[in-house]
């Protein structure tokens, strides 16, 4: 029997296990669309913008290690797609985005509602398709969905023309798939490993840098095992945050531009740096030419480009981190004793107490004031590190990411690459599709919890019980912060002169509002929030605008280069975080 | 550095901008650039000439490699090789000069492909220096038109540079 190519594509879908589809109809995908309306195991959610699918898909993927998927239709559906697309490019979020196109007859024409889609999302996709025969359809989905999810994960778009999705062909489902040119690399080369493995063995003062990479590969157990194995601390960037328990003695928080004072002295006095599932972005470097300047690297990550492309590496190893550190631990295990290490460590491990106990993360509490730490601190008290929090850009995000412990993967939802104002809302809502009996946070700035607030229509319709907790400061914050630091205080257009009644703004769609200006207000605003578990809830926390992200290491500085927040009046407590 | 890499790439429609977006988008530098279908028509052959210090160098042909439709690339700058390219040049010399123009594309193994009632066309074929030997030398007597097809290499048999 022949079916369509709407049918084709939904039994693709559904092949691949697809449950949760993000997206939005029009003209030319109502084939699609009609398809669905009838398909019990696909849900389709429909969101109030084309970016808010993205996103969707992509917390969908992050919380859950699945393959996201959104559908939209030609046109300005497709171009809307574009920042959620380059976000899941940036930080290697496997998702398979559908764009409709004009008919085939009609590509190049100029049509309605005609975008060059796979021209523009080119370079900010892993890989996209045009599909110009409906013959060729399931073939393309497979590949996209092997594609997206294999290697160093990351987006494939595959452009859909209505006259494809309206056609009728037999459906031949393609049992394996095998594409010539692309082979990634899994097994790490056994000399290199041996030699990754002799010089952690030789390190005296080793430091693990863990990234994104050890999350998508699934490689927290094996990065545990061999820091604990041979007492090496562990710092992580923001991508690597979960990806080694944030409690654990030998973790260090993240490092870079706002990373921890301990976690930067390591790394600029280690004798060793283990990266592993890391890119070297500069803010996790600084000032690339004394980065970790007495320190020689091994760097493990999947994607060869990776390795040598912003720093140095003496020892590179390309290939899935789990895998290759398997491989490690077995010659360690083989080759060196436990309580030779431990003494040799010792010193070491004290340097590190010594650094923590020297510059703590703190902040100044005050009792008049709501401080954005606090909340943050709070909601970890609250829910026990148990959420999953998605985050915003700007403050709100690295107090996010420095004030909260994530124990486990895939809990911390950041846009990393990219910095998308405007991600985590959408995100939160994917990543509740995915484990619906967990907590999802969004924590938001004033300015971008309005880059994607329509999709509170989209929580509110679902019965979501996302929460949002905005810490607003009427500012977007982190512009600000560098204008005071940076620009003599002069605040060019930072001012969010009108920000929107969010209490208002989230009764208007039928969800909650909960406002705190107190600190002693925070507490029962987050207790009340959490009750709510059938309507997403907008906690509008007032905080003191004044607040600035520390520690910073400055644009073009070394990342031991250090500000702190300046010691002021001691009336004023300064609270140490465990 | 100057490097000649060659690329062999699926034979798809989009595959030149793949290419060419990459080199533009990372900021790498493309000399000159020629494809064509290989014998399996599946498959088609880039030849790059870019430059770059090693660790640019270095990225360019993982970042060439990392693309889904790229199946090899040679830097030939580690291979021993045969590189050719052809020119055409349209020099138009005085009367007293015509001999002499004849006399060189002669040595240089060129051949004349179009003769006007002012001007000649030579074709010639070689490896870089000898192009822009000869190239050099025809500035002297007034070149009109010249065009180049960028450079072809191919790995020698058997022979591999340490
Ligand atoms: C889409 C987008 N536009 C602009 C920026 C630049 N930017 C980075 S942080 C920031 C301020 C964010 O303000 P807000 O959401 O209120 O967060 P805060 O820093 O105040 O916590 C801006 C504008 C960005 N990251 N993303
Ligand atoms: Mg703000």
New interface residues.
């Given amino acids: 029997m022949k079916k369509s190519g709407a049918e084709i594509l939904v039994e693709c879908l559904k092949r691949e296990g697809v449950k949760h589809i993000f997206g939005y109809p029009g003209g030319v995908v109502l084939n699609i669309f009609d398809t669905l309306y009838d398909e019990k195991d696909i849900k389709l959610i429909l969101t109030r913008h084309e970016q808010g699918a993205v996103h969707a898909a992509d917390g969908y993927a992050r919380a859950s290690g699945k393959v996201g998927v959104a559908i939209v239709t030609s046109g300005p559906g497709a171009t809307n797609t574009v920042t959620g697309i380059a976000n899941a490019s940036m930080d290697s979020v496997p998702i398979v985005v559908f764009s409709g196109q004009v008919p085939t007859m009609l590509i190049g024409n100029d049509a309605f509602q005609e975008a060059d889609i ?2 523009i999302t ?2 900010c996709t ?2 996209n398709y ?1 599909v110009k025969d409906i013959n060729d359809l399931a073939k393309t989905v497979r590949e996209a969905f092997y ?1 997206a999810s294999t290697g160093r994960p990351g987006p494939v778009l595959i452009d859909l023309p209505k006259d494809v999705t309206a056609g009728k062909t037999d459906f031949i489902w393609p049992q394996h798939i095998q ?4 082979n990634p690399t899994y097994e790490g080369n056994k000399w290199m490993i041996k030699q990754a493995a002799h010089e952690i063995a030789r390190a005296k003062k080793p430091v693990i840098m863990a990234g994104g990479g050890v999350i998508l590969s699934g490689a927290s157990k094996e990065l545990k095992e061999l820091a604990e194995f041979m007492d090496i601390p562990v710092t992580m960037t923001l991508m690597g945050l979960g990806g080694f328990p944030g409690t654990h003695n030998l973790s260090l928080g993240m490092l870079g531009m706002h990373g921890t004072y301990y976690a930067n002295m390591a790394v600029q006095n280690a004798d060793l740096l283990i990266g592993i599932g890391v890119r070297f972005d500069d803010r996790v470097t600084g000032k690339t030419a004394s980065f970790a300047p007495n320190a020689k690297i091994v760097h493990i990550d999947i ?3 990776s ?3 912003n720093v140095r590496v003496d020892v590179p190893v390309v290939g899935d981190v789990k895998l290759v550190l398997k491989e490690i631990l077995k010659i360690l295990k083989e080759e060196v004793g436990k309580e030779q290490w431990s003494a040799i460590r010792k010193s070491w491990l004290k340097q590190m107490e010594q650094w923590k106990k020297e510059r703590p993360l703190t902040y100044r509490y005050d009792e008049k004031i709501i401080k954005p730490e606090f909340v943050i601190e709070k909601i970890y008290e609250l829910t026990k590190g148990n959420a999953i929090i998605c985050t915003e850009v700007g403050q709100n995000q690295m107090w996010a990411a420095q004030f909260y412990k994530y124990d486990k993967p895939r809990r911390f939802l950041s846009s990393g690459g990219l910095g998308t104002m405007g991600f985590g809302f959408p995100a939160a809502i994917g990543a509740q599709f995915a484990c619906p009996n967990d907590l999802v946070i969004d924590i938001a700035g004033d300015g971008s919890i309005q880059m994607n607030i329509q999709e509170l229509a989209t929580a509110v319709i679902n019965k979501l019980p996302v929460k949002v907790a905005i810490l607003n400061n009427h500012y977007l914050g982190m512009v600000r912060q560098w204008q005071e630091l940076f620009f003599r205080e002069r605040y060019s257009h930072t001012y969010l002169d009108v920000v929107p009644d969010f209490v208002k703004v989230a009764e208007a769609y039928n969800a909650v509002g909960l406002r705190a200006t107190k600190p002693e207000e925070v507490e029962p605003v987050l207790r009340e929030a959490l009750k709510v578990k059938d309507k997403p809830v907008f906690m509008d926390f007032v905080v003191d605008w004044r607040e600035k992200v520390y520690p910073m290491v400055p644009a073009g500085a070394s990342i031991d280069e250090m500000l702190f927040e300046e010691e002021k009046k001691e009336e004023k407590k300064v609270r140490a975080v465990k | 550095m100057r490097h000649t890499i060659s690329v062999l790439v699926e034979n798809k429609f989009g595959v030149l901008s793949r290419i060419s977006g990459l080199f533009s988008g990372r900021g790498y530098n493309i000399e000159s650039l020629s494809v064509g279908e290989t014998i399996d028509p599946q498959i088609s052959i880039m030849t790059i000439v870019t430059t770059g210090d090693d660790q640019i160098i270095e990225q360019i042909t993982k970042q060439l490699n990392k693309l889904i439709d790229v199946i090899k690339v040679v830097d030939f700058m580690e291979v021993d090789h045969v590189e050719r390219e052809m020119v055409l040049v349209k020099v138009a010399p005085k009367k007293e000069d015509k001999t002499e123009v004849l006399r060189l594309a002669e040595i240089f193994r060129g051949r004349i492909v179009d003769s006007g009632p002012k001007t000649f066309t030579i074709e010639i074929t070689g490896d870089e220096k000898k192009i822009e030997a000869f190239v050099e030398l025809m500035k002297g007597y007034g070149i009109k038109e010249f065009v180049r097809t960028g450079k072809v290499a191919m790995a020698r048999e058997g022979v591999k540079k340490a």
């Avoid at chain 1, 594409?179 to 692309?182: A, D, F, L, M, T």
Wanted: charged share 35%.
């Fill in positions: 796979v021209g080119r370079p892993k890989y045009l594609i594409i010539r040119s692309y994607d060869p480009t390795i040598r492309k």
